[in-house]
């Protein structure tokens, strides 16, 4: 697919905002300290996006992430994903708008130790509901799907560390969300893994998943089609750019 093609089919799916905050503020007390880690912050994610959030430590990107995650809400302001307001949602709404919509990659892939891939990345469909009729056809399709169809019976300490992230991502998309959301996820990865992890990411977003990477790492965010920077609770920059289909060009 070339350049151009590969552009106008995001910006054909990027139509509707799936993520959408509006003069978003979080402040927390910090004994007799209050700090405001996000201020007056607006944006936009539409479905479809490829997106990096980049900042320095305090900048505000990891409080951003905990919002989008419908891990935390706003102070003041409201966000909404998926259509839904995230402050008028109980905690067990929030679960289930979670478990839906989200799926979660971390740096520290966050795996059982003694548990092999294909129980791992069937967890979160214990608690979906309803419940799958087929949930090891589904977790299997996943692993399938992430290169790791010869790794299914394999436990943590048998894998690569990119193998390792590879489960954890069919595991985030396991419950088919909507969102895509990965902090950090190639912290703990040499260059090459690094690289095919990230690839592995654009051929998601290729399928429709939107893609939300938060890292302080320029070579990451370099396959995003669009990277958001923080500084001081405030968005600085909001740049739209080609992404990896631009580098493979290249």
Known sequence: MTLLATMLRADQRAGTALISARNVSKIYKMGDQTVRALDNVSLEIAEGEFVAIMGPSGSGKST????IGALDVPTSGTLSIDGRDISTLSSDELADL???TIGFVFQQFNLLPRTPALRQVMLPLLYANPKPANPEALARRRLEQVGLASRMDHHPRQLSG???QRVAIARALVNNPKI???DEPTG???TKTTSEIMQLFCELNEEGITVVVVTHEPEVAEYARRVIVFRDGHIVEDRPQAGFQ?????
Do not use: K, S, T
């Open 246 to 250: 631009r580098r493979a060009a290249e």
């Open 98 to 100: 979670r478990n839906r």
């Open 188 to 190: 703990a990865l040499d």
């Open 64 to 67: 951003m992430m905990n919002l």
């Open 180 to 182: 895509l959301l990965a």
């Open 162 to 164: 990119g193998q390792q």
